[in-house]
């Protein structure tokens, strides 16, 4: 996580950069430029966070024991049967820190419920029922939570484009990514005491 959100970090930069620069500025830019900073602020505290974290240590030991995740796991791998529940969509495994696949999880279903921090809570009491957290477990997830990923993602696709027309849908998608983000801080700050 440490190299890819440091790389990441450096195309949002990047992609400010060739805005800044941009004569004909659309709606799209105009949003991403006066959002840029607070975002950016998100996805530099959570490398600082990361990086006094014992993420090292997490993975090191995940590593040794071949632990294994799925690598995007969501609602959408996740199958109900008759026979029981079943995962598919395997293309990401990897060795990692196991409990990277409930963040994605967590993630993917808080992002559809307006980050609500009372299903937030259950699931998470939930997931340590079964299995309690290691240390720093607890702190490795709500880092992963604070990174500004989908900002990213949505950066990253504008500078990817060919930016002669820029669709509707991405502005739409810059305008949900920076809502959420406010609904974000709060869950953050409502689990985890992380402050953004």
């Not at 957290?133 to 949505?154: H, N, Q, R």
Request: with cysteine; net charge positive; glycine share 4%.
């Amino acid at each position: 996580w440490r190299q890819e959100y440091c790389r990441h970090n450096r195309e949002m930069k990047k992609v400010r950069s060739f805005m800044r620069e941009r004569v004909g500025k659309g709606d799209f830019e105009i949003a991403f430029l006066k959002h840029f900073d607070a975002m950016y602020a998100c996805a530099d505290c959570a490398l600082e966070r990361l990086q006094e974290s014992n993420y090292e240590t997490l993975l090191m030991e995940n590593r040794k024991n071949h632990a294994l995740i799925h690598g995007d796991y969501n609602y959408h791998n996740v199958l109900m049967t008759y026979a029981g529940i079943a995962t598919t969509n395997f293309e990401h495994v990897q060795e990692n820190i196991q409990i990277t696949d409930f963040y994605y999880f967590l993630r993917k279903v808080m992002e559809k419920n307006h980050w609500d921090p009372e299903l937030g809570d259950k699931m998470i009491n939930c997931y340590q029922k079964h299995l309690p957290f290691k240390e720093g477990e607890f702190d490795y997830i709500a880092i992963c939570l604070a990174y500004p990923e989908k900002f990213w993602k949505v950066a990253n696709s504008y500078y990817r484009s060919r930016k002669v027309w820029i669709p509707a849908k991405n502005l739409e998608k810059l305008e949900l990514v920076i809502k959420q983000t406010e609904e974000k801080k709060r869950f953050l700050k409502t689990i985890f005491a992380f402050h953004l």
